[in-house]
């Protein structure tokens, strides 16, 4: 089994959907932070060209022109994300990352189980992207340019929150914290790429320093750091956030990060004492991220 791993900044992107809004948007935010844009596959539009792009009418046919491809982001409706990500993956491609929101359950445990029998890894769905220096990025995350605001630092940062992600990166570099990489899972109930695999490979990064995760309650990622079933080698901090879910009724779906609270759930402040006497830094607020990371300066 492959790992993810750290990207060259001249590392080849396709990006399935191209010629739709977000593609469209998604290109030319990419392109403007330095990215290597191969070009698009929208199927039956082969021949246009977006943002000097040009778009194919397969994967394989793009794959063929641009043999640098090593990534692919996919942003297709969500009846459609399973075929394109199946496509991807016969053209050999190892790493994808999946925009597309509210993508069926079915599909993504399909897709999921698929890629992992080609050694292949999926980011996503209902992802913002991903983040690393050198300087590469997949999909928004960061906004328009993130390299001309975020520093290049010690910090792996790993969220189920595609918003939380970027307001904790431009929080850091307000303090002028800097990370290495970071992770925006997606918020569905069902990721491709967990929060623990996420976890695991930034703690092996010899870049990384500090390990930062922003989660709500309701995963079962906490019932593994309780149990001491995670392990980690970096000062992990933990962002737990959802106070106000405590005042909601148990047993439903919340937001768009997928949390699940069941009756038998703790409290989220409960939670947070639990982690803490199990030894894991654990805090509410950017405040309180961003006065324990400066602790370690």
Not at 125 to 148: D, H, K, M, T
Request: hydrophobic share 40%.
């Amino acid at each position: 089994m492959t790992t993810w791993k750290i990207f060259a900044p001249s590392a080849g992107t396709l990006i399935q959907g191209m010629t739709g809004k977000e593609g469209m948007r998604m290109t030319k935010w990419l392109r403007q932070s330095g990215m290597q844009v191969c070009a698009g596959v929208t199927p039956g539009k082969g021949g246009k060209v977006v943002e000097a792009c040009p778009i194919f009418d397969s994967v394989q046919e793009a794959c063929q022109a641009f043999p640098q491809i090593e990534v692919t982001s996919i942003v297709v409706p969500a009846t459609r994300v399973r075929g394109a990500v199946e496509e991807a993956l016969a053209a050999n491609i190892k790493y994808l990352h999946i925009l597309t929101e509210s993508v069926p359950v079915h599909d993504v445990v399909v897709v999921r189980t698929l890629a992992r029998t080609q050694n292949a890894y999926i980011l996503g769905p209902s992802s913002v992207g991903y983040l690393q220096f050198p300087a590469f990025r997949l999909g928004y995350i960061g906004g328009e340019n993130p390299f001309s605001v975020i520093m290049d630092g010690g910090v792996s940062l790993v969220s189920t929150s595609g918003g939380m992600t970027n307001e904790i990166m431009m929080g850091l570099a307000r303090h002028q914290i800097g990370i290495h990489t970071a992770f925006a899972i997606g918020g569905d109930r069902v990721p491709a790429f967990s929060l623990e695999e996420a976890l695991t490979f930034c703690d092996a990064l010899p870049e990384t320093k500090q390990l930062v995760v922003f989660a709500e309650p309701g995963r079962p990622f906490f019932t593994q750091l309780l149990r001491g079933q995670l392990p980690y080698t970096h000062p992990l901090i933990l962002f737990l956030a959802g106070d106000i879910l405590d005042q909601l009724p148990r047993g439903k779906a919340y937001g768009h990060t997928g949390t699940l609270l069941q009756e038998e759930e703790q409290a989220v402040a409960s939670l947070r004492v639990a982690l803490r006497e199990r030894g894991i830094t654990c805090v509410a607020t950017m405040t309180e991220l961003i006065q324990c990371l400066k602790s370690y300066v």
